[in-house]
T-cell receptor
């Protein structure tokens, strides 16, 4: 079955870089995703990467994909207080479905 | 800015009552998903549709939950009768036909007393 794993908590100082890691199991995943959930809100699509890429950069966000190790990471440069949220990693598992990790709660401290 | 909309945003009801949650997917999206989020279980897929046809509802308790798409602009999730353990946030998401990307609505926060 599909299983996406990520660490539950990350604390980072404002201005530093955050790195959130994720491992997935389905080697046939076409896309891998990062979603952000702020308190009381829905999941917001942050970015995604196609499986034939190994890196994607979008402003302060950098996604790295290591297909061999089935490892995905999200780096947030110059972390701000507004980046405090839960970040979900997800992989496509076919039939239009996504498998989500449990989420990493990122806390930005001053 | 196209968004998935959900109503109501909050619902408090008593055990045994019927609850209906509604979702308007993004225009042009033909896959629609219902999820439930709780602290204990995280994000669970309840059911999903493609071109209004149900593809999988194995995540739903069949005896009390039902999901439908009366038309392309409306998806509904009903709970009858509701129970306290149904208290959760229910999310609707929609996606375009050629990609698995899903766009989430703001959720319906349900509290069953």
């Amino acid at each position: 079955g599909e299983d996406v794993e990520q660490s539950l908590f990350l604390s980072v100082r404002e201005g530093d870089s955050s790195v959130i890691n994720c491992t997935y199991t389905d080697s046939s995943s076409t896309y891998l995703y990062w979603y952000k959930q702020e308190p009381g809100a829905g999941l917001q699509l942050l970015t995604y990467i196609f499986s034939n890429m190994d890196m994607k950069q979008d402003q302060r966000l950098t996604v790295l994909l290591n297909k061999k190790d089935k490892h995905l990471s999200l780096r947030i440069a110059d972390t701000q207080t507004g980046d405090s949220a839960i970040y979900f990693c997800a992989e496509s598992i076919g039939d239009y479905k996504l498998s989500f990790g449990a989420g990493t709660t990122v806390t930005v401290r001053a | 800015d196209a968004r998935v909309t959900q109503t109501p945003r909050h619902k408090v009801t008593e055990m045994g009552q019927e609850v209906t949650m509604r979702c308007q997917p993004i225009l042009g999206h033909n896959t629609v998903f219902w999820y439930r989020q709780t602290m204990m279980q995280g994000l669970e897929l309840l059911a999903y549709f493609r071109n209004r046809a149900p593809l999988d509802d194995s995540g739903m308790p069949k005896d009390r939950f039902s999901a439908e798409m009366p038309d392309a602009t409306l998806a509904t999730l009903k709970i009858q009768p509701s129970e306290p353990r149904d208290s959760a946030v229910y999310f609707c998401a929609s996606g375009p036909s050629r990609q698995e990307t899903q766009y989430f609505g703001p959720g319906t926060r349900l509290l069953v007393l």
